[in-house]
């Protein structure tokens, strides 16, 4: 499938927004409690067939805990889990149409790459040919044909992650869970394989649950991302969505870089609010998803790539900040300047490098405009 092809395909998977659409997994009223900690608080969830789907959070959040009860491996303590349509709370882990693949692989040393992945259908004794069929079909898929006789530590970091992924897909599970499956491999090796992972996903059918910290993961390979705290999910939306309309400041602040000015709304209206943050200074304008009443305390959040910054005061825009230049971060393709606005506080702004450093006319200690559209920024209240 061409690039224009499968970027057709996946803006036309939106299940979520089909009312005729039947949930794969379901979350009701779901509470799971340690003792007097609860993990999972009163979460109610759907999930869909087909799709790649992230939960998104820092430790202790309790996306494993929700993941561990998906693959059984935990009971929830109130609440009904479903499955395409079956309750699973009394099924154990062996018997649901769920596969787990681990963050340490948990691969077989004793065991060739291609006996690794035939050991989940040995096991349910399926024949010999089926068997032999599916792992040359599972090799074949990974990409690991050259490497079906060779030792777990004869290969690369990498290889192992796939040949992990091949045995967890070997037995067709409707859902496969993926805890962290990327984080043993190095940066570069990551971001490769987060593109394997996402063709994968895409040719299998399969649907794939990642737990991540890694926002940058859970960005590039979701159809869907749930951001979670404290046992809740604050905002289940797209990538787009989940960057460009956060939901609320948490959101807006764990996703990626943002910057944040703290004021009082001044007007609300036409999807849009302003705020007067700092005296002496032209409120600032930005996207409003609901009527705010004037006088609300409200943060504007807005990206540092959507700051633009020049030397001389901007015509015809709608917000204008001055400030005052306290750092340069030279990052090969862009730079981000650290700017002192009139409150104090520090304004983050990116900028492309097109030409070279010596011919740049922005420096360090000089008195600088930052701008940005009436929608590069949200309004937000809580």
Same mark, same amino acid.
């Given at each position: 499938?061409?690039?224009?092809?499968?970027?057709?395909?996946?803006?036309?998977?939106?299940?979520?927004?089909?009312?005729?659409?039947?949930?794969? !997994?379901?979350?009701?009223?779901?509470?799971?409690?340690?003792?007097?900690? /609860?993990? !999972?608080?009163?979460?109610?969830?759907?999930?869909?067939?087909?799709?790649?789907?992230?939960?998104?959070?820092?430790?202790?959040?309790?996306?494993?805990?929700?993941?561990?009860?998906?693959?059984?491996?935990?009971?929830?303590?109130?609440?009904? $889990?479903?499955i395409d349509g079956q309750d699973v709370g009394p099924i154990p882990p062996n018997k649901r149409a769920v596969n787990m693949m681990f963050q340490s692989y948990a691969l077989f040393p004793h065991?060739?790459?291609?006996?690794? $992945?035939?050991?989940?259908?040995?096991?349910?004794?399926?024949?010999?040919?089926? !068997?032999?069929?599916?792992?040359?079909?599972?090799?074949?898929?990974?990409?690991?044909?050259?490497?079906?006789?060779?030792?777990?530590?004869?290969?690369?970091?990498?290889?192992?992650?796939?040949?992990?992924?091949?045995?967890?897909?070997?037995?067709?599970?409707?859902?496969?869970?993926?805890?962290?499956?990327?984080?043993?491999?190095?940066?570069?090796?990551?971001?490769?394989?987060?593109?394997?992972?996402?063709?994968?996903?895409?040719?299998?059918?399969?649907?794939?649950?990642?737990?991540?910290?890694?926002?940058?993961?859970?960005? /590039?390979?979701?159809?869907?991302?749930?951001?979670?705290?404290?046992?809740?999910?604050?905002?289940?939306?797209?990538?787009?969505?989940?960057?460009?309309?956060?939901?609320?400041?948490?959101?807006?602040?764990?996703?990626?870089?943002?910057?944040? !000015?703290?004021?009082?709304?001044?007007?609300?209206?036409?999807?849009?609010?302003?705020?007067?943050?700092?005296?002496?200074?032209?409120?600032?304008?930005? $996207?409003?998803?609901?009527?705010?009443?004037?006088?609300?305390?409200? /943060?504007?959040?807005?990206?540092?790539?959507?700051?633009?910054?020049?030397?001389?005061?901007?015509?015809?825009?709608?917000?204008? $900040?001055?400030?005052?230049?306290?750092?340069?971060?030279?990052?090969g393709n862009m730079s981000t300047y650290v700017i002192e606005i009139p409150t104090g506080e520090h304004i983050k702004a990116q900028a492309a490098n097109t030409r070279r450093i010596r011919r740049?006319?922005?420096?360090?200690?000089?008195?600088?405009?930052?701008?940005? /559209?009436?929608?590069?920024?949200?309004?937000?209240?809580?």
């Amino acid at each position: 499938m061409s690039d224009a092809a499968t970027a057709t395909a996946l803006a036309d998977f939106v299940p979520w927004e089909d009312p005729q659409a039947t949930p794969l !997994i379901r979350f009701q009223n779901v509470t799971k409690r340690f003792g007097d900690f /609860t993990a !999972i608080d009163d979460l109610t969830i759907d999930i869909y067939e087909k799709e790649f789907f992230a939960l998104l959070g820092p430790s202790g959040c309790g996306k494993t805990t929700m993941m561990r009860m998906l693959g059984g491996f935990e009971t929830q303590t109130e609440g009904t $889990i479903l499955i395409d349509g079956q309750d699973v709370g009394p099924i154990p882990p062996n018997k649901r149409a769920v596969n787990m693949m681990f963050q340490s692989y948990a691969l077989f040393p004793h065991l060739s790459v291609a006996e690794n $992945i035939a050991f989940g259908l040995k096991r349910d004794k399926l024949p010999k040919d089926q !068997i032999a069929a599916r792992v040359d079909e599972m090799l074949n898929l990974v990409q690991l044909d050259k490497f079906a006789n060779r030792k777990p530590h004869q290969i690369s970091g990498g290889q192992r992650q796939r040949v992990a992924l091949a045995r967890s897909l070997a037995k067709a599970p409707k859902l496969l869970l993926l805890d962290e499956p990327l984080g043993a491999l190095d940066k570069k090796l990551r971001q490769d394989t987060q593109f394997e992972l996402m063709d994968i996903q895409e040719q299998t059918g399969t649907t794939f649950v990642i737990v991540t910290h890694d926002q940058e993961e859970a960005m /590039t390979v979701a159809s869907r991302i749930a951001v979670m705290d404290h046992g809740k999910i604050i905002q289940v939306d797209t990538p787009a969505k989940i960057y460009e309309e956060p939901g609320s400041i948490y959101v807006a602040d764990f996703i990626g870089d943002v910057n944040l !000015i703290k004021g009082n709304v001044t007007k609300s209206g036409d999807d849009h609010a302003s705020i007067s943050w700092a005296e002496g200074q032209q409120d600032l304008v930005g $996207i409003a998803h609901t009527e705010i009443p004037v006088g609300t305390s409200a /943060t504007l959040a807005v990206r540092p790539e959507k700051v633009a910054i020049s030397v001389e005061k901007p015509e015809g825009v709608t917000n204008a $900040i001055r400030g005052k230049v306290l750092d340069i971060a030279y990052l090969g393709n862009m730079s981000t300047y650290v700017i002192e606005i009139p409150t104090g506080e520090h304004i983050k702004a990116q900028a492309a490098n097109t030409r070279r450093i010596r011919r740049r006319a922005i420096t360090w200690e000089q008195e600088v405009w930052l701008s940005f /559209t009436d929608t590069a920024g949200v309004v937000l209240t809580s």
